[in-house]
């Protein structure tokens, strides 16, 4: 399912286009609303579930590529406009639950790397404008980042893994 309202949303979902790999029980359901809201999505594997919504207006933006067995992802950016968000998820076994509210806020999330029993694990709970993250969470052990943060103009940088 995609939604979108107004202005240039525009999206690219590429569920193994390229042929290798299944991409059986993938659910995807985007959201976008306002300016020149933006989309590219290439999920490879199976049992993957991916939300998104984005409003707020210009410039707002999700780049996914997801290849992974088991993920769970649940994206909302709402409250302004200019948001981005990037994932790079190669996991076995990925949890990502990313709630923001603001504007201009940049969010970039790579997972690699096989993990443990549940493998790579990112919650981000934000509320201000301006931040940016970039999350690397990586290796052949379990990683929970929980990240709640209220507050604007920061800048995080989180790598974890062996």
Known sequence: TYYVTGNSGTATINSNN?????????FIDVR??????????????????????????????ITATINADSTYNNISMTGGGSNSLTLDITSNKATNNITTVGASNGITLTQSGTAGTNGHAFTLDLTGSSNTFNVTQGGTIDTTVNLLSSGSGNTWNITTGN
């Open 18 to 26: 390229a042929g290798t790999g299944t991409s059986g029980s993938n």
């Open 32 to 61: 976008q609303t306002g300016n020149s809201a933006n989309l590219n999505l290439n999920i490879l594997g199976s049992k993957n579930d991916f939300t998104a919504v984005t409003s707020g207006g210009s410039s707002n933006t």
